[in-house]
């Protein structure tokens, strides 16, 4: 079992950015793979983002060119840095692990969860 606390998220304007971060306790994440979801109001959980054992990154075709995930393993930590924000990425993000692999996008088959930090992008 491993403990996922998210953090980072905020209000910003449309165009600007925001850094969260999944700082992970109890084991190490190193073998994982550590996903980005997202959940806005009246709608499903979505993958926005992951990355795998070996630092392999995945995106939703919704964050490519945006967004850049990344890990820490020193630090059993996981970033997801996002740049030109729109109002549509409005939505509680969530971090989730799962053993080695990004091997889906369905939330179930990730393990550990985080509680969400709000991101709210105004336009």
């Known amino acids: 079992q491993v403990l996922l606390v998210e953090s980072g998220g905020g209000l910003v304007q449309a165009g600007g950015s925001l850094r969260l971060s999944c700082a992970a306790s109890?084991?190490?994440?190193?073998?994982?793979?550590v996903g980005w979801f997202r959940q806005a109001p009246g709608k499903e959980r979505e993958v926005v983002s992951c990355v795998d054992w070996n630092s392999r990154t995945y995106y939703a075709d919704s964050a490519k060119g945006r967004f850049t995930i990344s890990k820490d393993n020193a630090k059993n930590t996981v970033y997801l840095q996002m740049n030109s924000l729109k109002p549509e990425d409005t939505a509680v993000y969530s971090c989730a692990s799962r053993v080695r692999g990004c091997y889906s996008s369905d939330p179930k088959r990730y393990e550990d969860w985080g509680q969400g930090t709000q991101v709210t992008v105004s336009s």
């Open positions: 109890g084991r190490t994440i190193s073998g994982d793979a």
